[in-house]
């Protein structure tokens, strides 16, 4: 079975300070692909990041990279300058790969931007 | 490009009546899900397709679920009789499943309340 666990319920930073969310996972399948997603007050699910498990180098994007620990299934993210903005929850997600693959999120975790 | 759209955005209903929920997907994809997102059970796969196709419906909850994709473009959630504890957030998602990975996209949500 695949689980996706994120310890931290909530978390607080302040403004363009840097903040690390946590994620473990687990999956016997050796191809598969993690996420972030963000989900501000609107509800909106919106993709932060994505790294495939093949791959050995971190994904980054602007802001926002991943530190993926493959052997301890760790899959953290780091936000940097952190902004008002960025308060949200964050979801962590895995899937495997294949024809088709659906997503298993995590609880989330709550991220409050202080200014 | 215009993402997953869904509709209606909001509903409250009363108990007993029948609920249909729309969605898009973004064109080209091939593989569609429905989650629904509530506080006690977080996100919750219902139900997915593939070309058209039913593939796991195992998340949906009980017979009074259903779901259709009648061709590429389109697909509905329906919910008869609608319950209170059906109120939740209802996302619809798409994505171009390939054996190289695919990222999915959501929709803004559809908001249902069942009083």
């Known amino acids: 079975a695949q689980t996706v666990t994120q310890s931290q319920p909530e978390m607080s930073v302040q403004e363009a300070e840097t903040v690390t969310l946590s994620c473990t996972y687990d999956t016997s399948e050796n191809n598969y692909y993690l996420f972030w997603y963000k989900q501000p007050p609107s509800r909106q699910m919106i993709l932060v990041i994505r790294?495939?498990?093949?791959?050995?180098q971190n994904a980054t994007e602007n802001r926002f990279s991943v530190n993926f620990q493959k052997a301890a299934k760790s899959f953290s993210l780091k936000i940097s300058d952190s902004q008002l903005g960025d308060t949200a929850m964050y979801f962590c997600?895995?899937?495997?790969?294949?024809?088709?693959?659906?997503?298993?999120f995590g609880t989330g975790t709550l991220l409050a931007v202080q200014p | 490009d215009a993402g997953v759209i869904q509709s209606p955005r909001h509903e409250v209903t009363e108990m007993g009546q029948e609920v249909t929920l729309r969605c898009k997907p973004i064109s080209g994809h091939n593989s569609l899900f429905w989650y629904r997102q509530t506080m006690m059970r977080g996100l919750e796969l219902l139900i997915y397709f593939n070309n058209n196709v039913p593939i796991d419906d195992s998340g949906m909850p009980e017979d009074r679920f259903s779901a259709k994709m009648p061709n590429a473009s389109f697909s509905t959630l329906k919910i008869q009789p609608s319950e209170p504890r059906d109120s939740a957030v209802y996302f619809c998602?798409?994505?171009?499943?390939?054996?190289?990975?695919?990222?999915?996209?959501f929709g803004e949500g559809s908001w249902l309340t069942v009083v």
């Open positions: 790294q495939e498990a093949y791959k050995q």
């Open positions: 997600a895995l899937a495997n790969g294949g024809a088709t693959n659906k997503l298993i």
């Open positions: 998602a798409s994505s171009l499943s390939r054996r190289s990975g695919n990222t999915i996209y």
